[in-house]
């Protein structure tokens, strides 16, 4: 597994993950303070969340079934939607403004209901890990795509295609450390919602 090579890709990436960060924050601000223009699409997505949590039985163990179905959740599709980044980097994109309007909106929702110190309570704690890790794994989608569509053009020119060939085959071998790394963090993240964020949100 070659660490080094993961480092490398990560220090190439800086606009990338910039990018990536904007998309959210417009996603976020849309679900926030537009979300009467996208009402039918977050609404439907809150009741998909809702849905998810109804699967945790009420057991003794509950939180021990919510860290599942949270790390569940969040890596499979972090590490999912870098493979999808293959087709040309639209689904990253989809993904990350998406969840900033969805962020946004049930923000805004649990203001109302409760307090801006509520919100910061139950978003913060894991939130700070787990938003992190989503933008970067949309970044490393992105950049797939248009290193697809890099090699795809290339095609023209023998000489060019070699090379661009190359830099797709060196990104896609640092795909392993960094989902890995993903993982880790994503597994953190979900312990901290599990736990702290739990907590915080009853008391």
């Not at 990560?10 to 990018?19: L, N, S, T, V």
């Not at 307090?115 to 704690?125: D, G």
Request: include cysteine.
């Amino acid at each position: 597994m070659n660490w080094k090579l993961a480092s490398a890709q990560i220090r190439i990436m800086k606009h990338y993950f910039i990018a990536s960060s904007l998309v959210f924050l417009v996603g976020l601000v849309l679900g926030a303070g537009f979300s009467d223009h996208f009402q039918s699409f977050l609404a439907s997505q809150v009741q998909a969340l809702q849905e998810i949590t109804k699967k945790i039985p009420d057991v003794p163990n509950q939180q021990w079934q919510l860290f599942w179905l949270i790390f569940w959740n969040n890596t499979s599709k972090s590490l999912l939607i870098i493979v999808l980044g293959v087709f040309f980097g639209v689904f990253p994109l989809f993904f990350l403004m998406a969840n900033g309007m969805i962020l946004g909106y049930i923000a805004v929702l649990s203001a109302q209901k409760a307090s801006w110190l509520f919100v910061a309570k139950t978003i913060l704690p894991h939130g700070i890990i787990e938003i992190p890790a989503v933008v970067i794994a949309c970044a490393f989608g992105i950049r797939f795509g248009l290193l697809v569509i890099k090699t795809l053009f290339s095609m023209l020119s023998p000489a060019r295609s070699v090379k661009a060939f190359e830099e797709l085959r060196t990104f896609m071998k640092s795909l392993v450390p960094v989902g890995l790394s993903l993982v880790l963090l994503l597994f953190v993240a979900a312990l901290i919602e599990s736990t702290l964020t739990f907590w915080l949100a009853k008391a």
